[in-house]
């Protein structure tokens, strides 16, 4: 019954969308729909080019590696066989201030899946809490795992996952792992699917300079309606955008939640501080250290060390999402200044690796994340400054052509094997321009970052006129850059 429920409602909701369309489609007149008017909708200048071209690229990428291409590197790794299994498998869970049945059941899965895959495996619990411990004890000992597996508890204080991840990964280094044991590093709220193990290891053999994967990833959020499609489309395009850079094995990001590393690379002592204390050089901000964004540095190590990266899309880990704030927009914005953030902090040093270690489409694509967050408000912006100075016809016409992108882009994504809503061209919008806000003002203050599900922030310590200087040199700069974007906006309308 909430089946057929939740089948009405979204059926409604995709009428109600279309309707909306048709009206602004009906308010608009015929030459808009003619392409030998000047006024046809179709008409789009070079950063229309630009940013649909990018978003057609990723599109065929993905789909070619997610139907051509990682299929036939799956059947090379079935044939492997034996050959490919791991010496030893190390589960390495991080956890800190998560509820206790959220907890219950990350270890549960991790517990099963150390038990089912059948490698010789150590569960390492990175812990801040007594009562957590206690929790995994009074499970492992439901469960009675075989003497193949064993548990290892690596306490910390509360200073941060980087100094969790940094001890778990010290931790594994002590017990001498040789170079065919394997990492799985996987977050607190993470709950692994089942057989994730025995899917993911196979790709360190066959491809021996993979040093990390990761994986596809679904979610539980427990908060509204719209913060739930809100999560849901972003792992969908996550999904989309992994196996498009999964087919140059230059995956973008090793995402915290869930990903598989080669034990080499996690004892490594220059992979441990990057991750553990990774800090960036700013010319006006000065030198600061990341306070989140472990999952960008451990990336970027493994660029620098000459690593590739890799993404395993037939496997994946379901996330408990807890929103930081009740409101939607607080939450969405919260998790976009920190997200975001973390993208342009990694962004920056990236692109000084060069093309020939990136790769050519990989140096194109984090160009292109430099650029999107004024490409993205340019058609807005437009429309705005031509329904002002000439017709509101203009900001229909946008309106209208927005509408109707979103909806193909949308059902491009069910392609992708993720599910599809009607709020999901709304939200597609909202994280456009919103997204691109957010980035703009994070572009000038990247040395503020915080944690969302703990009152955590970076606390430098700054001299009082170095606090002042950063401040108002920060607002100057986004005020003058806002003002060139519009004045420039301004004399081409």
Not at 192 to 217: C, D, H, M, S, W
Request: glycine residues 6%.
């Amino acid at each position: 019954m909430d089946r057929l429920k939740q089948v009405f409602a979204e059926a409604a909701g995709w009428l109600l969308y279309l309707s909306l369309l048709m009206g602004i489609a009906l308010a608009l007149p015929s030459t808009v729909f003619d392409p030998e008017s000047k006024d046809f909708l179709l008409l789009i200048g070079a950063v229309g080019i630009w940013r649909y071209s990018m978003g057609a690229t990723h599109f065929l990428r993905g789909m070619l590696f997610l139907y051509v291409v990682f299929p036939h590197y799956r059947r090379k790794a079935k044939k492997l066989g034996k050959a490919a299994d791991p010496s030893h498998v190390f589960l390495m869970v991080t956890s800190f201030r998560i509820d206790a049945l959220t907890t219950a059941q990350v270890y549960q899965s991790v517990i099963r899946e150390a038990i089912d895959c059948g490698y010789p495996t150590t569960v390492v619990c990175s812990i801040v809490e007594l009562s957590d411990e206690f929790l995994v004890k009074s499970l492992w000992e439901k469960y009675q795992p075989p003497a193949h597996v064993t548990l290892d508890f690596v306490r910390i204080a509360g200073t941060g996952k980087r100094d969790g991840l940094a001890h778990g990964f010290r931790a594994i280094s002590r017990l001498l792992p040789d170079a065919d044991a394997v990492v799985a590093v996987i977050d607190g709220d993470s709950v692994l699917q089942a057989g994730i193990v025995r899917k993911t290891v196979p790709y360190f053999k066959l491809f021996p300079n993979v040093g990390g994967l990761t994986t596809n990833e679904f979610c539980e959020v427990r908060g509204s309606y719209v913060m739930s499609e809100w999560h849901k489309l972003r792992f969908a395009q996550r999904h989309l955008n992994m196996c498009s850079m999964g087919l140059s094995k230059r995956v973008l990001t090793l995402t915290g939640r869930m990903s598989v590393f080669r034990a080499p690379v996690i004892t490594n002592p220059g992979f441990i501080a990057d991750v553990e204390s990774d800090s960036m050089e700013h010319w006006r901000l000065g030198r600061f250290n990341f306070l989140t964004g472990d999952d960008k540095s451990s990336w970027y190590s493994l660029m620098r060390l000459g690593y590739d990266t890799f993404y395993v899309p037939d496997t994946a880990i379901f996330t408990i999402e807890h929103p930081p704030e009740k409101s939607f927009i607080k939450a969405s914005r919260k998790l976009m200044f920190r997200w975001y953030g973390n993208n342009l902090r990694q962004n920056a040093r990236a692109m000084q690796l060069g093309v020939k270690r990136l790769g050519m489409f990989t140096s194109l694509v984090l160009f292109d994340q430099r650029v999107s967050m004024w490409t993205c408000l340019l058609g807005l912006t437009v429309a705005i400054i031509a329904s002002i100075k000439y017709s509101i016809a203009f900001l229909l016409i946008y309106l209208l052509w927005i509408g109707t992108t979103r909806l193909v882009l949308t059902l491009l994504l069910s392609l992708s094997g993720h599910r599809i809503g009607p709020a999901y061209p709304v939200i597609l919008y909202y994280n456009q321009i919103v997204g691109a806000m957010v980035k703009i003002y994070v572009f000038f203050r990247l040395d503020q970052q915080s944690w969302t599900r703990q009152p955590t922030k970076l606390n430098r310590d700054l001299a009082s006129f170095q606090r002042w200087f950063n401040t108002w040199s920060s607002r100057t700069m986004t005020f003058s850059a806002a003002s060139v974007f519009i004045a420039t906006l301004l004399l081409l309308v």
